[in-house]
């Protein structure tokens, strides 16, 4: 493969999440989350793990930098927890909170890191939960409010801003499927609670845009690739409507004003209807800066008679499953780019997470080889060079995870990080793929 050079100005990350990686549950004032209230809940989290002690990046973030130097990478994003700033959601905010994020995003810029803030990675305050959460509308601008507090106190300094991440998952893995806080199992309230976090992401551009601020905003969807199992019509017309279910379902609303009606039918057609004021899609469709998107795998579907759809992945032995039983499919970063920058007006894109769970071996010495992951890695930059061949505003990539963290429903027993943390006494050791990361930034490709 001859040598692969990204544009000069490329950014190389890599990407973490409050809860994920902080701990400090109860720390300095915070109050407690939906995470915090569902992981304590027995029976949720995979072995009874939860994240009051994660990573404790919350007293070891200055080590946690050195090792981003080492390695070389050029922006940090990270997730504020709201509960960290408001411990009720709203109101009186903790000075003991937004101190740790300031000391955090001063020790990044100490380092010639760049800041890039996500304002909601799912830690909502759980007082908040307890008036309605997402799905009461109030929550909006109290998300509003406390974008704003951040704006105010770090928006001269943090370049790249990101309102909400994954507002599918937060919807349908939260409050229909219920295996996210707050575990709720009702597919109208994840239509609701959907519509108000982007409500609250068009809110809260407003917001910035008013500040005059230097840096940038947008939002972090996650998408994932639908093939068709077969050229049979009819699971042709499945794959539609899985795409129009988790990617047209962000992209029409946010690029073109309107919820997809094929997808509004098939909702309504299961009882699950919502109204919203029609002055909300303008709000939505807010103009951002970037398109920030999540990409780990690709789905391949078939009809189903009652569902509609069914994706089949379980069944394809033909490719290689990561640790999360997803397929690796490169090539469905590529197509997923090349089909973005048609949908959404040639926007500039960051790639805000990709990665891959593996079972990483330590050797005798101490050392991890997760040639799997360093694979996955230069699989999928090689399909993001392509797509900027092919004139896409493709303008960073985002490693997750920076380092073992806690995934959600799996606890700590998948490892996504190109650093290994021993659950025992948290010691951090760079993988091969920590290493491959670093060349792959002082050489600006591969
Ligand atoms: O499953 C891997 C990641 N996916 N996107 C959201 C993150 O919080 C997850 O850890």
């Known amino acids: 493969m001859p040598g692969i050079v990204f544009p000069k100005d490329f950014i190389w990350g890599c990407a973490t999440a409050s809860y994920q990686i902080e701990g400090a549950f109860d720390e300095d004032g915070k109050g407690e989350s939906i ?181 940038k905003i947008g939002i972090a969807p996650n998408f994932s690739t639908k093939y068709p199992a077969s050229d049979k019509k009819e699971d042709i017309e499945a794959c539609e409507l899985a795409d129009g279910v988790l990617n047209k379902w962000f992209i029409y609303p946010v690029f073109k004003g309107t919820y997809p009606e094929d997808v509004v039918k098939f909702y309504r057609d299961r009882g699950a209807h919502f109204d919203f004021p029609p002055e909300d899609m303008k709000i939505i469709g807010a103009d951002i800066d970037f398109l920030a998107i999540n990409y780990y795998t690709s789905e391949f579907v078939k009809h189903h008679p009652v569902n509609g759809f069914v994706e089949i992945n379980n069944e394809l032995s033909q490719f290689e499953k990561t640790e999360m039983g997803w397929i690796i499919y490169p090539k469905g970063l590529y197509d997923l780019l090349l089909r973005l920058d048609n949908d959404c007006n040639k926007i500039d894109i960051i790639i805000s997470e990709n990665g891959a769970a593996f079972d990483d071996k330590i050797d005798e010495n101490g050392n991890i080889n997760d040639v799997k992951r360093m694979n996955y890695i230069k699989e999928h930059l090689i399909q993001a060079h392509k797509a900027i061949e092919e004139g896409v505003n493709l303008k960073g990539y985002y490693l997750w995870s920076l380092m073992d963290n806690f995934e959600w429903s799996f606890g700590y027993s998948k490892k996504f990080g190109i650093i290994h943390v021993n659950r025992e006494n948290l010691k951090r050791t760079i993988k091969n793929s920590g290493y491959l990361y670093r060349d792959i930034i002082k050489n600006n490709g591969l």
Request: aromatic content about 14%.
């Open 35 to 215: 995470w915090d209230r569902f992981s304590h809940t027995p029976g949720k989290i995979l072995n009874g793990d939860n994240g009051d002690v994660a990573c404790d990046h919350y007293h070891r973030y200055k080590e946690d930098i050195a090792l981003m130097k080492e390695i070389g990478i050029q922006s940090y994003r990270y997730s504020i927890s709201w509960p960290r700033i408001f411990p009720e959601g709203k109101g009186q905010y903790n000075e003991k909170g937004l101190d740790f994020y300031k000391r955090l995003t001063y020790e990044l810029l100490k380092n010639g890191i760049k800041p890039s803030v996500t304002l909601y990675h799912w830690d909502l305050p759980q007082k908040l939960q307890d008036i309605g959460g997402w799905a009461n509308r109030d929550v909006t601008d109290y998300f509003v409010e406390y974008a704003g507090l951040l704006f105010e106190k770090l928006g001269d300094v943090v370049p790249y801003w990101i309102t909400q991440n994954e507002p599918w998952i937060v919807a349908f893995l939260g409050h229909m499927m219920g295996v996210h806080a707050p575990g709720i199992k009702d597919l109208k309230t994840a239509l609701e609670v959907f519509h108000n976090i982007l409500l609250s992401h068009g809110k809260a551009v407003g917001a910035y845009r008013q500040l005059n601020l230097p840096g």
